[in-house]
């Protein structure tokens, strides 16, 4: 799908509030109600819209914590990856999860209400998961800049 300017405005204007309504949308990329409902439903069905969603305030909710995990695996063969990968999205702290390049094979973003509680998820979890060969973790003091918008001018 070829996205062209009112659909990046519309996207950008859905980034940062996914809860207005169609009209309020409209009004904001100068489209008739039904021409801009027609295409936020076709950047739908093509996936560029993936979903809606909302956002927790982990501190709020007491979990504050984010540790950012670096895994290696004994073995880097497509089933040992395609193993790794089916058990970590079942662990509920770990937020993200990417194969990189590099020192190590993935880093994981996972939260914790403290460290006895990250202690839990790394003997419970991580250290279980298959493959896994080492973890080396590394506690955020404090978050300098978090987005959820991708920049899309």
Same mark, same amino acid.
């Given at each position: 799908?070829?996205?062209?300017?009112?659909?990046?405005?519309?996207? %950008?204007?859905?980034?940062?509030?996914?809860?207005?309504?169609?009209?309020?949308?409209? +009004?904001? !990329?100068?489209? #008739?109600? #039904?021409?801009? &409902?027609?295409?936020?439903?076709? &950047?739908?069905?093509?996936?560029?819209?993936?979903? @809606? %969603?909302?956002?927790?305030? /982990?501190?709020?909710?007491?979990?504050?914590?984010?540790?950012?995990?670096?895994?290696?695996? !004994?073995?880097?063969?497509?089933?040992?990856?395609?193993?790794?990968?089916?058990?970590?999205? +079942?662990? /509920?702290?770990?937020?993200?999860? @990417?194969?990189? %390049?590099?020192?190590?094979?993935?880093?994981?973003?996972?939260?914790?209400?403290?460290?006895?509680?990250?202690?839990?998820?790394?003997?419970?979890?991580?250290?279980?998961? /298959?493959?896994?060969?080492? !973890?080396?973790?590394?506690?955020? &003091?404090?978050?300098?800049? =978090? =987005? %959820?918008? &991708? /920049?899309?001018?």
């Amino acid at each position: 799908m070829k996205i062209d300017p009112t659909d990046r405005a519309i996207l %950008t204007a859905l980034q940062a509030d996914g809860r207005m309504t169609n009209v309020q949308l409209a +009004e904001r !990329v100068h489209l #008739s109600e #039904s021409a801009c &409902l027609r295409r936020v439903r076709l &950047l739908e069905a093509h996936g560029v819209i993936a979903r @809606y %969603t909302m956002l927790v305030d /982990p501190v709020a909710v007491g979990i504050p914590g984010n540790v950012f995990a670096e895994i290696t695996l !004994v073995s880097q063969q497509q089933q040992d990856l395609d193993r790794f990968e089916a058990a970590v999205r +079942e662990v /509920p702290e770990v937020m993200e999860c @990417y194969l990189v %390049t590099g020192e190590y094979d993935y880093l994981l973003r996972v939260v914790a209400r403290d460290t006895v509680d990250y202690e839990r998820i790394h003997h419970q979890h991580l250290t279980k998961l /298959p493959g896994v060969a080492r !973890v080396k973790s590394s506690f955020t &003091l404090r978050t300098v800049a =978090k =987005k %959820t918008e &991708l /920049p899309l001018a």
